[in-house]
C-alpha cells in the first residue's frame, strides 16, 4: 500500500478526502481527476509516497489524460530514501505533452549496491 501526501511550500495541503489523494495511484486516462493537482501555482510543489514497507524502486510510471494537456509535468524531479529528510535524487526529467503513459528507471544503486526507499518525493520543477 502506498500513503500519498500533498505538500507545498512550507505547511502540508490538506487533501479533501483520502480518495482523491488514492487517485493517483490508477491510471485512468479518461478521468480528469485521477491526477494530481494543487490549489497554488508556486512552487515548491511537491507529493510524498509513503510505501508501507521499504523497497528497491526502479521505476516510475505516470499516467495522462487522455488528450494532450497543459498540466502534464514538463520538468520534474524524484527523490527516494528511508525518511523524508534525508533523500537521495533518484531521477530529474519530464513528460511528453501527450497521451501515452511515460515509465522511467530511477537510480537505485549506490556503489553498485542496492538502496531501499520508504519515502519516495515526486517534486514540480
Same mark, same amino acid.
Request: with cysteine.
Given at each position: 500500500?502506498?500513503?500519498?501526501?500533498?505538500?507545498?511550500?512550507?505547511?502540508?495541503?490538506?487533501?479533501?478526502?483520502?480518495? +482523491?489523494?488514492?487517485?493517483?495511484?490508477?491510471?485512468?486516462?479518461?478521468?480528469?481527476?485521477?491526477?494530481?493537482?494543487? +490549489?497554488?501555482?508556486?512552487?515548491?510543489?511537491?507529493?510524498?509516497? %509513503?510505501?508501507?514497507?521499504?523497497?528497491?524502486?526502479?521505476?516510475i510510471?505516470?499516467?495522462?489524460? +487522455?488528450?494532450?494537456?497543459?498540466? @502534464?509535468?514538463? %520538468?520534474?524531479?524524484?527523490?527516494?530514501?528511508? @525518511? +523524508?529528510?534525508?533523500?537521495?535524487?533518484?531521477?530529474s526529467?519530464?513528460? %511528453? @505533452?501527450?497521451?501515452?503513459?511515460?515509465?522511467?528507471?530511477?537510480?537505485?544503486k549506490?556503489?553498485?549496491?542496492?538502496?531501499?526507499?520508504?519515502?519516495?518525493?515526486?517534486? %514540480?520543477?
Amino acid at each position: 500500500m502506498i500513503q500519498a501526501l500533498a505538500k507545498k511550500e512550507e505547511e502540508v495541503a490538506a487533501l479533501a478526502a483520502q480518495a +482523491e489523494a488514492r487517485n493517483i495511484l490508477v491510471d485512468k486516462p479518461n478521468d480528469q481527476s485521477s491526477r494530481w493537482s494543487s +490549489e497554488s501555482n508556486y512552487p515548491p510543489q511537491y507529493l510524498i509516497l %509513503k510505501l508501507e514497507r521499504p523497497a528497491i524502486v526502479q521505476s516510475i510510471t505516470f499516467g495522462k489524460y +487522455e488528450k494532450t494537456h497543459v498540466c @502534464n509535468l514538463k %520538468k520534474f524531479k524524484v527523490f527516494g530514501g528511508m @525518511n +523524508e529528510e534525508n533523500m537521495t535524487d533518484l531521477l530529474s526529467s519530464g513528460l %511528453k @505533452n501527450d497521451y501515452n503513459k511515460e515509465t522511467f528507471t530511477l537510480k537505485h544503486k549506490i556503489d553498485e549496491q542496492m538502496f531501499p526507499c520508504r519515502f519516495i518525493k515526486i517534486g %514540480k520543477c
